[in-house]
């Protein structure tokens, strides 16, 4: 099922951003640019997953919206360039799920969102991308219905490309991601990942290689 996620952020380049990549991993991302607006706009019978919501609005601030989006049982991630201490503990302390302080990585976007989406039981149980299916709580990768061997590492790399496919991922990114840290090595060390997943699952011209920038997992259904 697709998650139903507002988007409340008066910019409309990074509101516009955030959207496309919503959508392009497979949710539906729906923009909203005026505190106002958005208040009048929850007095209707609406539902929603998620809201990604900015502090510093036109009309109403986000931490004027958070009892409105909490009274209709919607999780909130703020989503704002106030960085300073008292701000994140109020936002937090108030009852939202997350805090992300512009400028933030897109990846690290779409994995919060998941982890909050998650919580919330609105998480995929079995991921597919073409012939192939993945299991994330069992581990296990089937190809046409045949169980296909993983290392552990290699089966985190394919999730974490099924989960943002059709998203452009850097090396960095991608290695940060599986080692849960700051990656000081060399990049290149997933390509050797990416080169067996390949091999495993005949994914030559699934997963793309994008220059200078890392790989894409590209599945249009």
Known sequence: MRANILVIEDTRSISDLI???????????????DGDEVSRHLKENVSYDL?????MLPGKDGFALLPELQAKDIPVIFLTAKSDLPSKIRGLKDGAEDYLVKPFEMLELLVRVEKVLARYQKEEKVLRVRDVEIYPSERIVKKAGVEISFKPMEFDCLLLLAKYKNVAIRREELLNSLWGVEFEGETRTIDVHIARIRKKLDFQDVIKTIPRIGYRLEDKN
């Open 19 to 33: 959207c496309i990549n919503l959508e392009t991993v497979g949710y539906t991302a729906v923009p909203f640019y």
């Open 51 to 55: 809201a990604l919501l900015d502090i």
